[in-house]
């Protein structure tokens, strides 16, 4: 035999006398009763399994207590001269009064003057009706007075003024030319007067029977 067999069983001898011995141990060891902890103070065991419970005591009822009510808070009146006024309403629109319409008349009565010979001459034009006053010819539209509700009293002519030589014998008319077209204003003559190197012309009144009924 030889030397390196030999330690190959002493090794092995020697690990299994360390398993039997270790088994041993484990014998004696799980055969020793195990003692249960001591409890601790001031806390009891726990109940083995299925044994009733240890039965807590019920909590008694705090007594009813009184609350005071509480006094009403008063308010301090409050003076007039804190309390701001409320504000306007707003104001409705009012519908504004129809215009009052002026009386018209037919007749326009207006005066004429020739710048070169100085003669002036008044006449009537009915509404509608060409009046010739030496080259001029006058067509009144409309004539009408102001109202009681306006600040002057006036009488305004609506017209056309064309000029137009008289035919000459043997000759032919020549053709007429529009030199005014607008109102003419009784109060104010120069407010919107007849341009014309040799006539003027301007409204006097209106006047007629009885009040012509005004168009709508």
Same mark, same amino acid.
């Given at each position: ?15 299994? #006398? ?9 014998? #004696? %060891?799980?055969?020793? !009763? ?17 044994? !009733? ?10 007594? $009813? ?6 006094? $009403? ?13 409320? $504000?306007?309403? !707003?104001?409705?629109?009012? +519908? ?16 004429? #003057? ?14 509608? +009706? ?9 067509? %009144?539209?409309?004539?009408? *007075? ?19 030589? *008289?035919?000459?014998?043997? +000759?032919?008319? !020549? ?42």
């Amino acid at each position: 035999m030889t030397r390196s067999s030999a330690i190959a069983r002493t090794v092995k001898r020697s690990v299994w #006398l360390a398993s039997v011995a270790a088994v041993a141990v484990a014998g #004696l %060891v799980s055969a020793q !009763p195990v003692t249960p902890p001591a409890p601790l103070p001031g806390l009891q065991p726990a109940p083995p399994p299925g044994a !009733p419970g240890p039965v807590s005591p019920e909590p008694e009822e705090a007594p $009813p207590q009184e609350v005071p009510t509480p006094a $009403p808070v008063v308010v301090p009146p409050i003076s007039e001269k804190e309390i701001e006024p409320a $504000p306007p309403s !707003p104001a409705v629109p009012e +519908k504004p009064p129809a215009p009052i319409r002026r009386a018209r008349y037919d007749v326009a009565v207006l005066e004429a #003057l020739d710048k070169i010979t100085a003669e002036t001459l008044v006449f009537e034009a009915p509404v509608g +009706k060409a009046v010739r006053f030496k080259g001029l010819i006058f067509t %009144v539209r409309a004539c009408e *007075r102001s109202t009681a509700e306006e600040p002057v009293a006036d009488s305004i002519a609506y017209l056309t003024i064309d000029s137009q030589p *008289r035919a000459e014998a043997g +000759k032919p008319t !020549p053709p007429a030319r529009q030199v005014f077209k607008g109102w003419m204003y009784a109060s104010a003559p120069g407010l919107h007067p007849l341009q014309h190197p040799v006539y003027d012309a301007w409204v006097i009144s209106c006047r007629a029977a009885a009040p012509a009924v005004a168009s709508r």
